[in-house]
């Protein structure tokens, strides 16, 4: 079965790092496209970033871009995004799914749906 594991969330200092990671299972990582979704408190999904199987191909939200870095091993089926520069508005859980349909698709959603293709999410806490 599909099953996805964020960690790596925490508190940091405006301007701080994190690193997230993804672990994942039970389908074909290295073929498959990879996706990075936040939620701040109260309000809805905002697509952040993705990544195409070989990890050649990448894309980010204006509002990260150059801040954000996601790559990927695909020999240990793990997904990561690097959080630099952080501002308090970064602040919100951090889930990786599996797939990427455009940006739309997520900020049409109000909060993650209950598929397997979603990892419960790590929170980033972004205050000083």
């Known amino acids: 079965e599909v099953q996805l594991a964020e960690s790596g969330g925490g508190l940091v200092r405006p301007g701080g790092s994190l690193k997230l990671s993804c672990a994942a299972s039970?389908?074909?990582?290295?073929?498959?496209?990879m996706t990075w979704v936040r939620q701040a408190p109260g309000k809805g999904l905002e697509w952040v970033s993705a990544?195409?199987?070989?990890?050649?191909?990448?894309f980010y939200t204006k509002s990260v871009e150059g801040r954000f870095t996601i790559s990927r091993d695909n020999a240990k089926s793990t997904l990561y995004l690097q959080l630099d520069s952080l501002k308090s508005e970064d602040t919100a859980k951090y889930f990786c799914t599996k797939e990427w349909f455009g940006e739309k698709y997520y900020s049409d959603l109000t909060e993650p749906p209950p598929s397997p293709d979603w990892g419960q999410g790590t929170q980033v806490t972004v205050s000083s």
């Open positions: 039970g389908f074909t990582f290295r073929t498959t496209w």
């Open positions: 990544m195409s199987p070989g990890g050649l191909s990448t």
